[in-house]
């Protein structure tokens, strides 16, 4: 029998609405661990070895716990626990708790199209057509300003260009 070294996901997921592909492969980036119950999943985080700091990265609730389980499952995490708490809830959207700078945890809403992204960029689903063609789409985000930094920028960029032409030219003659 062989250590697998892989980083841990406990995922808990509904029987009736289980329609992801989860990356099972030996060759995937995470091991996912896949528990019955939130009551084996409440267990399995109490246990000594959450406590001592393996190597649960993330827990993932697919569709298989109400928003009021979910914020009681966040206030019974041993401090210990650093990991990423994702809720999937049964409309596609989520919330995820991350652990922030300072040592506490944020609570971010995603949408669906974030919560593929987040399970597809830790590689916690198998690839679809989609992801080898890169037709992932993403909403273009607005930074105010940047145009006109853009356009100083390009104009020093052409006044920088022109200075650095006339010098070559005044020393090569």
Known sequence: MSYDERRITLLTQSKELSERNWN?????????????????????????????????????????????????????????????????RDRGTSFLSAT???????????????????????????FTEEMHRGVLKFRPRIVEGIDDRASSRSTHDRVSSAVDDDNTLRKSS
């Open 100 to 126: 922030g700078r300072g040592g506490g945890r944020i609570l971010y809403a995603l949408s669906a199209e974030d919560v593929e992204f987040y399970l597809e960029t830790m590689q916690l689903v198998q």
């Open 24 to 88: 099972r492969s030996n060759e995937a980036r995470n091991r996912i661990v896949l528990l019955d119950s939130l009551a084996m999943l409440r267990s399995t985080i109490i246990s000594p070895l959450v406590r001592s700091d393996s190597d649960i990265e993330r827990i993932v609730l697919d569709r298989s716990v109400s928003e009021s389980e979910y914020l009681s499952l966040l206030t019974e995490l041993p401090s210990e626990f650093t990991g990423d708490v994702l809720m999937i």
